[in-house]
């Protein structure tokens, strides 16, 4: 199937600071990508759908102005998670369609953040 | 508002029986339904699909049943093999497309 790669898998930093997350789609050229945040035991959630060339599109309830999303070609979307609290710890993962189905969404290997 | 529901976080079968994963809907609106295997440091894959229009859709050893009097589909898996061991999650596609997914339950399976 197709890859999706996303970095960094593991991300510590402090509060107040920035972090950028890279998805890439590896062999195919998605149009369209997404972001999940999942919270231990919890389900993973869409935060935002993001189509290249475009503005992202958040879920309610999500800040467009901490959580950054560019997907600026067709193969690289990126999450940009600014000024850092604790409570934003959490695994984030990317996934990235080659169509019009779910059957067809590849998804990154996720992030774990981790801000003191 | 858990609108998909995993209430199994764990599963622990032996090898060669079968494992029956559990998933719970309340939109009666959801017309299509997937399953994604998830390893460890890998992110999840598509496993199994099933429409709303059917009650079973079945690919080699993986067969999703969807009961939508009752909102409840099942993942069985037979026979259970080591190299299951994985998260399953279940979700839920909504009209727009965007898949609604359970908290995902632990399946492992011992040799």
């Known amino acids: 199937g197709a890859v999706v790669s996303q970095h960094p898998s593991w991300v510590i930093c402090k509060s107040g600071t920035s972090v950028k997350i890279e998805c890439r789609s590896l062999d195919f050229q998605a149009t369209t990508m997404f972001w999940y945040r999942q919270f231990p035991k919890q389900s993973l959630m869409l935060m935002a759908t993001s189509n290249e060339g475009s503005k992202a599109t958040y879920e309610q309830g999500v800040e467009k102005d901490k959580f950054l999303i560019n997907h600026a070609s067709l193969t690289l979307s990126t999450l940009t998670v600014t000024s850092a609290h604790p409570e934003d710890s959490s695994f984030y993962i990317c996934?990235?369609?080659?169509?019009?189905?779910?059957?067809?969404?590849?998804f990154g290997s996720g992030t774990q953040l981790s801000v003191l | 508002d858990q609108q998909v529901k995993q209430n199994s976080p764990s599963l622990s079968v032996q090898e060669g029986r079968i494992s029956i994963l559990n998933c719970d809907y309340t939109n009666s609106m959801f017309d299509y339904f997937l399953w994604y295997k998830k390893y460890p440091a890998e992110g999840p894959t598509f496993l199994i699909s099933i429409s709303s229009i059917k009650d079973k859709n079945e690919d080699g050893r993986f067969t999703v049943f969807l009961n939508k009097s009752a909102k409840h589909l099942s993942l069985h898996i037979v026979p259970s093999q080591p190299g299951d061991s994985a998260v399953y999650f279940c979700?839920?596609?909504?009209?727009?497309?965007?898949?609604?997914f359970g908290q995902g339950t632990e399946l492992s399976v011992k040799p």
């Open positions: 996934s990235a369609t080659t169509g019009v189905t779910n059957e067809k969404l590849f």
């Open positions: 979700a839920a596609e909504n009209q727009g497309g965007k898949l609604i």
